[in-house]
């Protein structure tokens, strides 16, 4: 079963194609990223499409996942986070695939001096990984998170994904924002939770927590990889399907597209080998399905007509 990663909302014809496609199952949008529409007003234009050809729509929620909250203009300001932190230094802080510069200093909480700068534009919305000793974020949801819950709740919507979960209290946040004085916990039952595994925090979680069971657990590779390494991954992917056996494989999937531009033999052979884990239910990226998603599907096409998904 796939699940694509839907464009931005004004790119309609790309969304269209994605949602319309046969392969496609359901569809996930993620509110990380800027839309020219309200909130309602992209849910709303997203659902147009997805409830035409009956793919299930789920909203991804950002949450505690530290993203920079303005364009940076380095070296003459600094880089300002969603999120207040506290960490012990030394620390790293990871922006686009390997460019990491070394943590110097947290200022007033958001605001954090780096070097060397980084390789690359530091935009608005992206997602950052801070890898060091005893981090701390403060808060859980923003308000853009509140602003989404509150239109696909007023839109209908069932589905949500929560980023970086990692605690319990965090997944209470996230039911007290759904279902506490709104029409919707009427309707609890019928919800479809995904719990995002992308720490070692958040795999400590699923081997404490026993609430998992009625929510979905999704491998979130991209970040997983990042705040773990490498070298544990196999055993965190283990991790999550003995916990779940309907976990979500996402991310990381067919990166050859993205480096070489053709899906190689070791993209083959990692879909394989989640597969021989267990995995039956795989998520494709925003980069994959927004920049490269002819190839991706026709590629997913071929594989399942040998190794079914």
């Not at 392969?23 to 800027?34: E, F, I, K, P, S």
């Not at 001096?113 to 950052?128: C, E, I, N, S």
Request: charged share 25%.
């Amino acid at each position: 079963m796939l699940i694509a990663s839907i464009p931005q909302a004004h790119q309609e014809d790309l969304m269209r194609e994605m949602i319309s496609h046969p392969l496609v199952a359901m569809v996930r949008y993620n509110t990380g990223m800027d839309s020219a529409y309200s909130p309602k007003e992209t849910i709303a234009g997203i659902l147009k499409y997805s409830r035409k050809f009956k793919k299930p729509l789920y909203i991804d929620l950002k949450g505690k996942q530290l993203r920079i909250e303005e364009w940076a203009t380095l070296p003459f300001g600094p880089i300002i986070l969603n999120h207040k932190i506290k960490v012990e230094l030394p620390a790293k802080v990871f922006f686009r695939g390997d460019d990491w510069c070394e943590l110097k200093e947290v200022v007033d909480g958001r605001k954090i001096y780096v070097d060397p700068l980084p390789k690359y534009p530091v935009g608005r919305g992206q997602a950052v990984n801070i890898i060091g000793k005893n981090l701390e974020i403060e808060g859980f949801f923003t308000e853009n998170d509140y602003a989404y819950i509150k239109a696909g709740l007023d839109e209908g919507v069932e589905r949500f994904m929560l980023s970086f979960a990692d605690s319990l209290g965090y997944v209470r946040e996230l039911e007290k924002a759904l279902f506490d004085g709104s029409s919707a916990a009427a309707r609890r039952k019928n919800f479809e939770l995904v719990l995002k595994i992308e720490s070692q925090k958040g795999l400590d979680f699923v081997k404490s927590a026993k609430v998992l069971r009625p929510y979905i657990l999704m491998a979130a590779r991209d970040d997983l990889m990042i705040q773990i390494g490498g070298i544990k991954m196999l055993k965190a992917m283990e991790l999550i399907i003995e916990n779940d056996p309907g976990a979500i494989c996402a991310s990381r999937l067919l990166l050859g597209l993205e480096q070489a531009g053709q899906v190689t033999a070791a993209d083959i052979s990692d879909i394989k080998l989640m597969q021989t884990l267990g995995y039956k239910r795989f998520m494709f990226s925003d980069g994959i399905s927004r920049n490269h998603f002819e190839k991706a599907i026709e590629f997913w096409r071929e594989y399942i007509s040998v190794y079914p998904a």
